[in-house]
């Protein structure tokens, strides 16, 4: 038997400006985007080459207090690429916000990204042993 995480929900207050942040900018490819009715839609994004998905969730009611806020103001969610100061360098020509200068830990190469809804995410490379 074989497992693996397909999809994590995130909120955004509207599907195009979802896929437009994370397909236009942050360079995600657009897997899936399907006619549910009564206004949802099925999205999903991936990163080049992942396997996991982001299932874009459109916040209804009650649910907009979340947006931005999923993970409670931490670094919630982690893109691990294998070109750090590539990938760096064109997230921020696309006008990607970044918190904070890239630095390097122990475990690698990271810097805090946000979404423009206040979503944070670490950029990381890991270090090789």
Same mark, same amino acid.
Request: net charge negative.
């Given at each position: 038997?074989?497992? @693996?995480? @397909?999809?994590?929900?995130?909120? $955004? #207050?509207?599907? /195009? &400006?979802?896929?437009?942040?994370? $397909?236009?900018k942050a360079?995600? %490819?657009? *897997?899936e985007d399907t006619d549910?009715?009564?206004?949802k839609r099925w999205v999903l994004v991936r990163p080049p080459g992942g396997e996991t998905a982001l299932l874009l969730a459109r916040a $209804?009611?009650?649910? &907009?207090?979340?947006i931005g806020d999923q993970f409670a103001g931490? $670094?919630? *969610?982690? *893109? @691990?690429? %294998?070109?750090?100061?590539? /990938? @760096? +360098?064109?997230?921020? +020509? &696309?006008?990607?916000?970044?918190e904070e200068e890239p630095r390097h830990e122990p475990y690698g190469t990271v810097a805090v990204w946000r979404d #423009?809804?206040?979503t944070r995410w670490d950029l990381l490379q890991l270090a090789r042993p």
């Open positions: 038997m074989s497992q @693996h995480l @397909h999809a994590i929900a995130i909120l $955004v #207050p509207d599907y /195009d &400006a979802g896929i437009a942040f994370y $397909v236009g360079g995600f %490819d657009l *897997l549910m009715g009564g206004g $209804v009611g009650e649910q &907009a207090r979340g931490r $670094v919630g *969610l982690f *893109l @691990h690429t %294998d070109d750090f100061a590539g /990938d @760096h +360098a064109r997230m921020r +020509a &696309a006008g990607i916000t970044f #423009p809804w206040g």
